[in-house]
Nanobody, 121 residues
């Protein structure tokens, strides 16, 4: 199993910044991709940004230029710097990982428990 733990959420005023961190425990696994999704009340979970071990990123249009994802795969960690936060960014942010067992090719998807980000207008 890959276990993910997020930190860094909280309450921030509109226009402010936050940095989320996620660290994975991955004994017996190789991580291919790490990243972030978010889910606001009454809405579906949506992609925020991901990064692969090859340093390829995928960033949602709604946060391009405001949010920046980075990864340190040697430390099994991914980060999300969020700038110019808006009320619409209020959501639970989930860390996610695609990983495969050593010697296997199938990628498995893992999720953290989530961290709340609330932006006050």
């Amino acid at each position: 199993q890959v276990q993910l733990v997020e930190s860094g959420g909280g309450l921030v005023q509109s226009g402010g910044s936050l940095k989320l961190s996620c660290v994975a425990s991955r004994a017996g696994f190789i991580i291919d991709t790490m990243g972030w999704y978010r889910q606001a009340p009454g809405k579906q979970r949506e992609l925020v940004a991901t990064i692969t071990s090859a340093d390829r990123t995928n960033v949602a249009d709604s946060v391009v230029g405001r949010f920046f994802v980075s990864g340190d795969f040697a430390k099994n960690s991914v980060y999300l710097v969020m700038n110019s936060l808006k009320a619409d960014d209020t959501a639970t942010y989930f860390c996610t990982s695609l990983a495969r067992r050593l010697g296997r090719s199938q990628l498995l998807n893992y999720w953290g428990p989530g961290t709340q980000v609330t932006v006050s207008s």
